[in-house]
């Protein structure tokens, strides 16, 4: 393996701002302190939480980088202490709660997953903050259960497309919300049960209709504001609502009551101030219970468009725009 340069590349940004504020700088190479490695990126993810960085409104954790991107696949080129695997060389996949936007990244050990044979570098990194995020939102804090019915806001963004392909896998019935025709259709042909067009008709209704009155047994709710108190209408006796983003607000109006006479029962996470010990007992359960479908090629990310390192302000004028379907990644170095 050639011997790590004293710099690396890296996107930052001075001021919070437009896509427009993302620059490249020069920074020193980064040293993996205990249960750490440092990756090569090959691929790092674009998701809205590093849009919502570079504007201001999400600091990285105390100790994390500042430098955006919270997933990355790359291979092992440097371990720190106390870490047996990955080994030096091995390609994974990782969640991190930052500096993905950069040459070279530093990872827990625990929070690496090793890319299968046949699964692609850039779908690689597509996986793990969203795999993440829908996991514990949908299976562990949503108790969701083979043969029930949840509703995803947001059906062709990345956490919606994989809400969809996990519970097609594990036997959920998932109906989306999506804005357009277009974007109904691409939800319907990854397995979304319905797709229901939010600008041309009310999604209460339509969940209602669908399920012949019963309603849903689950939630996942990126928007919040006065999106809940609808969200609850569509939710069953004892449904649970999890919101994992505040996009269109952080305060909502709900009637208690109602909630107690239903039993309903309402949640929510971030995942990025977690703890790593709680991130690495996530990622246990992922390995063991996800990651065989994707070695198996049964799970693959919905891929939007690639850029390149030093074109990160065009991935997030896309993701801005709502246009793009599935994952937007950039290209580092493989």
């Not at 790590?4 to 620059?23: H, K, N, S």
């Not at 302190?33 to 990756?39: D, I, N, S």
């Not at 990782?94 to 950069?102: C, E, K, S, T």
């Amino acid at each position: 393996m050639k011997p790590l340069p004293a710099t690396m590349t890296a996107i930052g940004f001075d001021t919070p701002g437009g896509p427009e504020v993302l620059r490249p700088e020069t920074l020193a190479m980064p040293t993996p302190g205990r249960g750490q490695v440092l990756l090569r990126v090959a691929f790092a993810g674009v998701n809205r939480p590093d849009v919502i960085q570079r504007l201001g409104f999400y600091p990285p954790p105390p100790g994390a980088s500042p430098i955006p991107g919270l997933e990355v696949s790359g291979q092992v080129v440097a371990t720190g202490e106390g870490v047996t695997t990955p080994f030096v060389g091995e390609m994974v996949c990782a969640l991190v709660a930052g500096g993905g936007y950069a040459e070279y990244c530093l990872a827990e050990a625990a929070l690496c997953l090793q890319v299968p044979d046949g699964l692609p570098l850039d779908q690689a990194a597509a996986l793990p903050e969203t795999l993440f995020t829908v996991w514990h939102n949908v299976f562990e804090r949503g108790w969701a259960t083979e043969g029930e019915r949840v509703l995803v806001h947001g059906g062709t963004s990345g956490i919606g497309t994989m809400a969809i392909l996990l519970g097609k896998l594990f036997g959920l019935e998932v109906i989306v919300t999506c804005g357009g025709p277009e974007k109904c259709a691409a939800a319907l042909n990854l397995g979304a049960a319905h797709a229901i067009d939010y600008k041309a008709s009310d999604f209460v209704e339509e969940v209602l209709r669908l399920t012949n009155g019963d309603g849903v047994h689950l939630v996942l709710d990126m928007v919040a504001g006065d999106y809940v108190a609808r969200n609850l209408k569509c939710l069953t006796d004892d449904g649970r609502h999890v919101t994992i983003a505040v996009q269109g607000g952080v305060r909502a109006e709900i009637n208690m009551a109602d909630v107690m006479r239903r039993r309903l029962t309402l949640t929510g996470s971030t995942l990025r101030p977690r703890s790593n010990e709680f991130k690495a007992l996530l990622a246990d359960e992922i390995n063991d219970a996800v990651w065989p479908l994707v070695a198996a090629g049964q799970l693959r990310p919905v891929m939007d468009r690639s850029f390149s390192l030093l074109e990160a302000g065009a991935a997030h004028a896309r993701m801005e725009a709502g246009s793009h379907i599935g994952k937007i990644v950039l290209a580092v170095g493989e």
